[in-house]
């Protein structure tokens, strides 16, 4: 599986940003899905994950009812939508797939895509 992340950019505080997750091979549906993020000087830490049906997701603390994440298995696609970002929300964000919706560390997730860039201003 291939993994590319996407819809990074520039918000202000308080601002809303969608990011994509484009996967190909056709056992995209066969994998839980997770959202890290890593800011400069910090270990990559967990953000969101959702369930190979999209039927779960949960979520780190930090972003728990601001941000929601979703899947279109037809489209091979995940996304993170993230509301209300503040600051500390600025980081490069993945998007990972593994076996299990448990996972929670990185060397747990078997695929990784290049980052995207999410940087919130004050």
């Known amino acids: 599986v291939q993994l590319q992340a996407s819809g990074g950019g520039l918000v202000q505080a308080g601002g809303s940003l969608r990011l994509s997750c484009a996967a190909s091979?056709?056992?995209?549906?066969?994998?839980?899905v997770g959202w890290f993020r890593q800011a400069p000087g910090k270990e990559r830490e967990f953000v969101a994950a959702?369930?190979?049906?999209?039927?779960?997701?949960r979520y780190a603390d930090s972003v728990k009812g601001r941000f929601t994440t979703s899947r279109d298995n037809a489209k091979n696609t995940v996304y993170l939508q993230m509301n209300s970002l503040k600051p500390e929300d600025t980081a490069v964000y993945y998007c990972?797939?593994?076996?299990?919706?448990?996972?929670?560390?990185?060397?747990?997730?078997?695929?990784w895509g290049q980052g995207t860039q999410v940087t919130v201003s004050s």
């Open positions: 990972t797939a593994g076996d299990s919706y448990y996972y929670s560390v990185p060397p747990e997730y078997e695929y």
């Open positions: 091979g056709r056992t995209f549906s066969s994998y839980a």
């Open positions: 959702i369930i190979r049906t999209g039927g779960k997701t």
